[in-house]
């Protein structure tokens, strides 16, 4: 059976740079299913690069509502449905999901019933099934089952880690979030937990390259976790390895791989994976 995970998307925050990594999003393949988890900018040529078409799209789930993470909602779905998609796909995510998809379908009206008349492409609104997510069980396929915890990334009330159960084993995606205990617990003895992750020497880095000072600051320390927590969640949870995505920073080359193995050596001896952009990962 084929089923793997790629990181198509590895730096925390909305803002790109020149040969720098793209905000965070990921793919799953299991079971004949393409899905994406986040749909930030880059999540369609990100999916393509990982050698699948995008007409075969059958699920979204999306953690919470910050443009890093939503962006590309809609642009991967139109995506898909000019590149074939006949099937519907799955949308899963939390209060006002709904509304950045009808949103999209607004901005795009006239495009849309263009394609639909002039190329003979089925109805887009009619492919895609909005469900909009609370904490507990999310979805439950044969071989795929998905469970939702709400994690703390203040302001946002809601923004949810996602356990993914599936033949191979367990992946756990633990969204925007501040340390958070009960994680630990959601992820208990997981194959795979792919965790946020912030350095904190790296913060005046991201401060001084964005010029938002103090609010900045106080931003990401109310609402992220520090590698070295990551670390304490992962030995919490007795994953078997631990992956690091949405890293804050990802794209400055005074911080290295080896920067990010230091800070989670103080707290986790198991096996880690330094998210990169496009990196493939099986359980």
């Not at 799955?90 to 019933?113: E, N, R």
């Not at 804050?248 to 080359?253: F, N, V």
């Amino acid at each position: 059976m084929n089923e793997r995970i790629v990181l198509l998307g590895t730096k925390g925050g909305p803002a790109i740079r020149p040969g720098g990594p793209s905000p965070t999003s990921s793919l799953i393949e299991t079971g004949g299913r393409v899905i994406a988890v986040d749909c930030a900018l880059g999540v369609s040529r990100g999916i393509v690069n990982a050698g699948v078409s995008l007409k075969g799209l059958s699920h979204i789930l999306v953690t919470h509502l910050h443009s890093d993470h939503v962006l590309e909602l809609g642009g991967l779905i139109h995506t898909a449905w000019t590149s074939g998609l006949s099937t519907p796909v799955k949308v899963y995510g939390p209060k006002g999901t709904a509304d950045v998809w009808h949103g999209f379908l607004a901005s795009l009206t006239v495009d849309i019933a263009t394609r639909i008349v002039d190329e003979g492409r089925p109805v887009l609104a009619d492919l895609v099934r909005i469900t909009e997510i609370d904490e507990g069980p999310v979805l439950d396929e044969p071989g795929f089952r998905v469970t939702a915890l709400r994690v703390p990334h203040p302001p946002l009330a809601d923004c949810f880690a996602f356990r993914v159960e599936m033949p191979s084993g367990v992946a756990v995606f633990s969204g925007d979030t501040a340390f958070h205990p009960p994680l630990a617990d959601f992820a208990r003895d997981a194959d795979l937990l792919i965790h946020e992750a912030m350095l904190p020497e790296g913060l005046e880095s991201i401060i001084r390259r964005t010029g938002n000072g103090s609010r900045l600051r106080e931003h990401l320390i109310a609402s992220h976790t520090f590698a070295a927590d990551v670390g304490r969640i992962a030995t919490m949870a007795g994953v078997k390895r631990l992956a690091l995505n949405h890293m804050i920073p990802a794209d400055d080359p005074d911080f290295t791989e080896l920067h990010w193995r230091a800070a989670v050596a103080e707290t986790y001896v198991g096996a880690l994976i330094v998210g990169r952009d496009g990196l493939e990962i099986t359980l």
